[in-house]
C-alpha cells in the first residue's frame, strides 16, 4: 500500500510539471488490438449514460437506482419477445418512445409476427443506431412462454440471486477516531458510535417477468450492527412480494413497492430523468407499481397495492403505513404514551450513526393511500390520481418567507389528471395537479418525429409556489415542483450519417423567493452535444452544456437586503470510446468547466481521465481500470464522473480540488453461478492536508476505499 501511495504522490507532482505527458498519457494510450461487438457492453453503455443524465440535474452522488434498471437488466438476461410483447412491457423496457412503441404494434398487427430481428428495419422511425441499441435486450420466438404461474415451473424456471457486499474507506475518519470517556460524556456525538465498514446484503427469486420475491439490508458505515442500538443486525430492512399479469391481476404487490403515475407531479415515488443529452426522456413513462428493491431508506411506500385490467380500463390502488426519521420539536418534545407530539421536518438522510441521529430514526408514521384510473388503449391513455398523506403528530416547520406557502399541517390530498396521446407522428403528453385547499401545477409537451432524422420535443411547465406536492417528480430546475415556469425545447438531427446533434434549451423563472435568493428570479440551461460514430470500433462526441440563475449576491453588505446576481456554469467535454479487440475497450473523457458569479472571482476546473476495460466472453477474469487528474478552482467548478462499480452500486464522485484519482474493479467468475468482484479506488490531493470536515474528516491528503461483493446465481 505505501508503495501504491509514493508513485501517487509522484505522478501528481509530475502533473503540477509536466501537463503535457499527463494529456499524452490519457489520450494515446495503447491502441493496438481489433474489436468485434460484446452484448454486454450495450447495456453497460445504457445504463452509464442515464445513470450520469440522473446526475447532471440531481447532483445525488451516491444515490441507489438499482430499482430503476432492474428491468434493463432482465430483459439483458431474458429477452423480452416482441411477438408476445404488450404496450406495458415495450414501455417497462425503456428504450422505446411512444411513437416507436406504436409503430412496432401496428406493424405486428398489419403484417403478423415478426419472422427475425433483421425485420424491424421495415418498422416507421426505427433506423439502424435504434435497433443495434435494442437488440441485446429483445429476440424474435413463436414460444409459448406461458404467463401463469405454476408450482413446477416455479421450481424449474425461476432464478434466485444472492449478494453480499462490503465497503470501508481505509483512512481514519474523525468519527472513528479515539476519544476518552470523559470527552464523549461532555460530548456524545462528537464520535460515531459503530464500526468503518457498510454492509449490504440482497435476496432476489424471480420468475420470468412474472413473480418477484426479495429482501434488501443495509449498514451504513457508523451505524451498530448486531449491538448497542441495532440488536437485529442492520439498520435498514426491506422486502417485498410482487405478481404481475395474472388474469384481471395487473400488479400486486406486498411489502415495499414504488408508485409512478402521470407525469410524476401527482404522485411519484423514486427517482425520474431530468433534462439531458436524450430529449425523449423529458416524458415520463410511468409504470404504475414496481417492487423496491434499493437501499434509499425515504423514497418508497410500505404496505401494499394493486392494479386491476378490464379491458381497457386500468384501476389502481395503493396503501403505505411507514416509519419515517423527522426532526422532533423541542417546544413540544413532550409525548403521550412514547409518541411524539410535534416535528419541524422529514429527515431523508437515512443515517443513524450518532445518538442525534438515532433521536430522529423513526420518529413519526407516515400513512399514504390512493389510486389511479384509467383509460388506456394503444394510441390514447387518460388518467386521474388521487392520494392522501398524512403523519401521526402535528406538523409545526420553521417557515421563512421563501416557503411560507408550504404545507404546515399534518395531512394533505392531491389530485391530478394525466393524458397521453398519439397522433401520427405525433406525441402529445401532460399533468394538471391540484393541492386541495392549496395551489396547482401543470405540465404539458410534445415530442415529434418529423422524420427518422429529425425529432423535436417541447415542454411548457407552470407549478404555483403554494402547490404542496407530496411526492412528486415532474421535469423542473428547482428541486421539488413548487414556485417555478418554464419553457424547454429540443431536437435530436441525424444531417448525415455517422454524426448525430442533439440540443435543448431550457428557460426558467421563479416567481416567488427561494431559499438564498430575495426575490423573485429566473435563469436559463442549454446543452449542444454532437456524436460521431466513425465505425463499430469508434465513438466521440463534445459537448457544451450552460446553466444561469440568479442567487444572492456574496458580497457582504452592511445595509438593506442582498440584492441578484447572476451565476453560470458552463461545462465543456470531450468524450470518446474505442473498441480495441472483442475483449478490450478504452474510454476517455477532457471536460473543462468555468464557473462565474457576478462580483466573485472567476473560477476553472478541468478532470481527464483514461478508463481501460478488459471483458473477455470466454475468460472469467474481467477488470476496468481508471487513472485521471483533475484540478478545480474549488467545489463551485466541481465535475462529476461516472466510475465503473461492482454490480448494482454507483459511484458518481465530485471531482474537486487538484490531484489524482485511480481505481481498479475487477471481477471474477470463481464458478458456475459464483461472481466476485473487487475494487480498490484512491484519491490523492495536492493541495489540501485535509479531507472533508465535521465526522467525516480526513487527516491527510488522500483516500482510500476498498469494495467486495459476492453474488450468488442459482
Known amino acids: 500500500m505505501n508503495f501504491i501511495l509514493t508513485m501517487a504522490e509522484e505522478s501528481c507532482c509530475l502533473f503540477s510539471k509536466n501537463f503535457q505527458k499527463h494529456f499524452i498519457l490519457i489520450f494515446l494510450l495503447s491502441p493496438i488490438l481489433s474489436f468485434a461487438q460484446n452484448k454486454e457492453d450495450e447495456k453497460n453503455k445504457i445504463i452509464e449514460k442515464r445513470v450520469e443524465y440522473l446526475i447532471e440535474d440531481a447532483e445525488e452522488s451516491d444515490a441507489d437506482y438499482s430499482t430503476i434498471f432492474d428491468q434493463l437488466s432482465y430483459y439483458f438476461d431474458h429477452p423480452l419477445n416482441l411477438n408476445r410483447a404488450n404496450l406495458d412491457d415495450l414501455e417497462e423496457l425503456g428504450i422505446l418512445t411512444s411513437i416507436q412503441i406504436n409503430n412496432l404494434l401496428e406493424h405486428i398487427e398489419e403484417n403478423g409476427k415478426l419472422m427475425t430481428l433483421e425485420e424491424l428495419q421495415t418498422v416507421e422511425s426505427f433506423d439502424e443506431e435504434l435497433i443495434k441499441l435494442l437488440l441485446p435486450f429483445v429476440k424474435v420466438s413463436t414460444d409459448v412462454n406461458t404467463a401463469q404461474l405454476s408450482f413446477n415451473d416455479l ?44 454492509l449490504y446484503t440482497r435476496y432476489r427469486f424471480k420468475y420470468g417477468n412474472h413473480l418477484s420475491i426479495g429482501f434488501t439490508a443495509e449498514k451504513d458505515a457508523g451505524e451498530e450492527f448486531f449491538n448497542g442500538t441495532q440488536k437485529n443486525g442492520f439498520d435498514f430492512y ?24 402521470g407525469q410524476g ?40 397495492g394493486l392494479a386491476l385490467q378490464f379491458g381497457n380500463i386500468e384501476a389502481t390502488a395503493f396503501y403505505s403505513y411507514n416509519n419515517e426519521d423527522a426532526n422532533i420539536s423541542l417546544e413540544d418534545s413532550s409525548s403521550i404514551d412514547g409518541e411524539v407530539l410535534a416535528v419541524t421536518s422529514v429527515q431523508q438522510t437515512g443515517f ?43 406538523f409545526t416547520p420553521t417557515l421563512a ?15 391530478g389528471v394525466d393524458y397521453n396521446w398519439i397522433f401520427k407522428n405525433f406525441n402529445f403528453f401532460g399533468e394538471f395537479s391540484k393541492s386541495l385547499d392549496a395551489g396547482n401545477a401543470f405540465v404539458s409537451g410534445a415530442l415529434i418525429t418529423l422524420d427518422p432524422k429529425l425529432s423535436l420535443a417541447v415542454l411548457y411547465r407552470d407549478y404555483q409556489r403554494n402547490f404542496q406536492p407530496i411526492s412528486s417528480a415532474g421535469i423542473g430546475e428547482g428541486s421539488t415542483n413548487e414556485n ?15 454524426f448525430t446533434l442533439s440540443a435543448y434549451y431550457d428557460q426558467f423563472i421563479f416567481p416567488w423567493l427561494k431559499f438564498g435568493i430575495n426575490a423573485p428570479s429566473k435563469g436559463y440551461q442549454y446543452l449542444a452535444q454532437l456524436t460521431y460514430k466513425l465505425s463499430k470500433k469508434m465513438e466521440m462526441y463534445i459537448r457544451i452544456r450552460e446553466k444561469s440563475k440568479q442567487e444572492n449576491t456574496a458580497v457582504d453588505l ?11 456554469q458552463t461545462n465543456y467535454r470531450f468524450n470518446y470510446s474505442y473498441k480495441i479487440s472483442e475483449s478490450f475497450k478504452i474510454k476517455g473523457r477532457a471536460e473543462l468547466v468555468n464557473y462565474d458569479k457576478e462580483e466573485s472571482p472567476f473560477e476553472t476546473g478541468y478532470v481527464l481521465y483514461q478508463d481501460i476495460v478488459f471483458k473477455p466472453k470466454s475468460n472469467p477474469f474481467s477488470f476496468a481500470f481508471r487513472y485521471g487528474i483533475f484540478d478545480t478552482d474549488s467545489y463551485n467548478s466541481r465535475i462529476y464522473a461516472y466510475e465503473n462499480d461492482v454490480l448494482y452500486m454507483f459511484s458518481i464522485p465530485a471531482y474537486y480540488n487538484r490531484g489524482t484519482r485511480t481505481y481498479l474493479t475487477v471481477r471474477y467468475k470463481l464458478v458456475r453461478g459464483i461472481d466476485v468482484w ?11 492536508d485535509v479531507i472533508s470536515a465535521g465526522l467525516e474528516e480526513i487527516q491527510g491528503n488522500h483516500k482510500q476505499e476498498i469494495k467486495a461483493q459476492v453474488r450468488f446465481k442459482f
Do not use: C
Open 265 to 304: 407531479l401527482t404522485y411519484w415515488s423514486g427517482a425520474a430523468f431530468g433534462k439531458s443529452a436524450d430529449i425523449m426522456l423529458i416524458k415520463r413513462s410511468a409504470t404504475g407499481l414496481k417492487p423496491y428493491t434499493s437501499v434509499d431508506e425515504s423514497r418508497f411506500l410500505r404496505g401494499g
Open 484 to 498: 417555478e415556469k418554464g419553457m424547454y425545447m429540443g431536437f435530436i438531427a441525424k444531417p448525415v450519417k455517422k
Open 155 to 198: 421450481l424449474k424456471n425461476g432464478e434466485s440471486q444472492l449478494f453480499i457486499r462490503y465497503v470501508d474507506v481505509l483512512e481514519q475518519k474523525k468519527g472513528f477516531s479515539p476519544s476518552t470517556d470523559s470527552a464523549l460524556a461532555a460530548s456524545p456525538n462528537s464520535r460515531y458510535i459503530g464500526s468503518e465498514a457498510k
Open 238 to 261: 426491506s422486502g417485498h412480494f410482487f405478481i404481475k399479469n395474472q388474469g384481471k391481476i395487473k400488479q400486486l404487490g406486498f411489502g415495499d413497492y414504488q408508485a409512478q403515475f
Open 678 to 688: 473487487l475494487r480498490y479506488g484512491i484519491t490523492y490531493y495536492d493541495n489540501v
Open 558 to 568: 452592511t445595509e438593506g437586503i442582498d440584492y441578484l446576481v447572476f451565476e453560470k
Open 401 to 415: 418567507t421563501y416557503s411560507q406557502f408550504r404545507n404546515n399541517e399534518n395531512k394533505q390530498t392531491n389530485l
Open 352 to 394: 443513524h450513526r450518532t445518538f442525534n441521529e438515532l433521536e430522529d430514526k423513526d420518529a413519526i408514521t407516515q400513512q399514504q393511500m390512493g389510486g389511479h384510473l384509467a383509460y388506456k388503449t394503444r394510441k390514447l391513455n387518460l388518467g386521474l390520481t388521487g392520494v392522501h398523506s398524512e403523519i401521526n403528530s402535528d
